[in-house]
């Protein structure tokens, strides 16, 4: 089965596997497990950040990082489609008891002037019945933009901007290592606009479990605690934390590959009748297309593609297929050759239709 649902389906490699095995271990939640302590070494010397903290997964860093910037009732500013709105069963809600006011945008990107829309509604009543916009999240890449890329002056500005009024700000930066291969922008340069920022190493870059989020000491050390209610401590976590390092040293460069196959298989799905390409030009690893005029819902294109033997995903009325490094130009070939199946038994079937 070809996997193109997401890069969240990578395998750790053989080599991936045998530095996970050899790895040092000791208590992670007392901070003296030394693979991890090595990890946020790294990691934080990356983004430019004073501190950082290990977690298993990408979701428990914006609850902490939601939670260690607000206080209940107040307001996070985040874009109408971010994963942290739409992705996350409404966790923020839950753990911090917060409002989320979303940003218009066409594809994750917003500008000053949509964030300031955004405050003023806000602001709408006096300030006794207002909540209190506290926090602005933005993500990097933006998933359900199509692995879109904030350019460092257009994340510059609206970060200077929501700090100018009086904001703290947060990066979901799940595929951030994406958007530095793709941008040829340091990690470091990104994250030096906003307060707090993670990085997932369960995507692109391969490793099977692993987030780090990273600011300042004093937001590290108040993070940690809430790390520990959410029940996010660990025991001998280097054994994931080594797979983390493999990553860093072995698996950042080679996303360009991941962005070109990605390009590569968008620019195919061009030429088969009946796709429609939602951005004939992906900026990384996200490719959406929509299937309608082939005459089929999503879950029944689906449903054929994988008796064919490639695995998709469906995301609101989009077809999204993801590149990553468990998927060869030969794979996508396969894919291609798949979908063109599907795509002219369906033309068959909408002319007998029709006849």
Known sequence: MILLTSDTETKPTLAMRQAIATAEVGDEQKGEDPTVNQLLERVADLLGKEAALFFACGTICNFVAIKTHTRPA?????EQMAHIIRAESGGA???SGV?????????????????AQSLERVATAPYLYSAIPRLLCVEQTHNFGGGSVWRLNELREVCEFSQQKGLATHMDGARLLNAVVASQTTAKDFAGCVDSVWIDFTKGLGAPIGAVLAGTREFI????RYKHIFGGAMRQAGIVAAGCLYALDHHVERLQEDHDNATYLAQRLSEIEGITLRDPKPETNIVFFDVSRLGLD????????????????????????????????ADLDFALDAISKVAKSSSHKIREIRE
């Open 221 to 224: 050390a108040e993070a940690r």
């Open 99 to 115: 409002l989320m006011e979303p940003i218009a945008s066409a594809r994750g990107i917003f500008t000053v002037n949509a964030l």
């Open 74 to 78: 107040d307001v996070v500013l985040v």
């Open 93 to 95: 809600a839950m753990t």
């Open 298 to 329: 999503n879950a029944m294109f689906l449903t054929l593609l994988q008796q064919h033997g490639v695995k998709m995903g469906a995301v609101g009325h989009s077809i999204r297929a993801v590149t990553h490094l468990d998927v060869s130009r």
